[in-house]
Nanobody
Framework: QVQLVESGGGLVQPGGSLRLSCAASGGIFSISAMGWYRQAPGKQRELVARIRSGGTTNYADSVKGRFTASRDYRKNTVFLQMNNLKPEDTAVYYC??????????????WGQGTQVTVSS
């Protein structure tokens, strides 16, 4: 059974940094794309960063220049380095793995979410 386990969230002051990690496991042969989404209270879930299998990375305009996503293809892990955090970055951050190929099935999976709070 495929699982995505996230870590690295927490409370940080404005201007600070955090690094999120997400590891996918469970009989995986390949993953097409991995990325991060976030959902703030009362708002819809939105894309933060997404890395395709070829390495192309897309970012939300609001995080460009501050956040950097990276991927360890061998370990099926994706990271999100968040610098110069702002209060508006406060949200639950979710990892997503797309096109996950296991025996007899291809599908998308979500992590359980990790809280990021930016506050003084």
């Amino acid at each position: 059974q495929v699982q995505l386990v996230e870590s690295g969230g927490g409370l940080v002051q404005p201007g600070g940094s955090l690094r999120l990690s997400c590891a996918a496991s469970g009989g995986i042969f390949s993953i097409s794309a991995m990325g991060w989404y976030r959902q703030a209270p009362g708002k819809q879930r939105e894309l933060v960063a997404r890395i395709r299998s070829g390495g192309t990375t897309n970012y939300a305009d609001s995080v460009k220049g501050r956040f950097t996503a990276s991927r360890d293809y061998r370990k099926n892990t994706v990271f999100l380095q968040m610098n110069n955090l702002k209060p508006e970055d406060t949200a639950v951050y979710y990892c997503k793995a797309e096109g996950v190929r296991v025996t007899g099935f291809i599908g998308d999976y979500w992590g359980q979410g990790t809280q990021v709070t930016v506050s003084s």
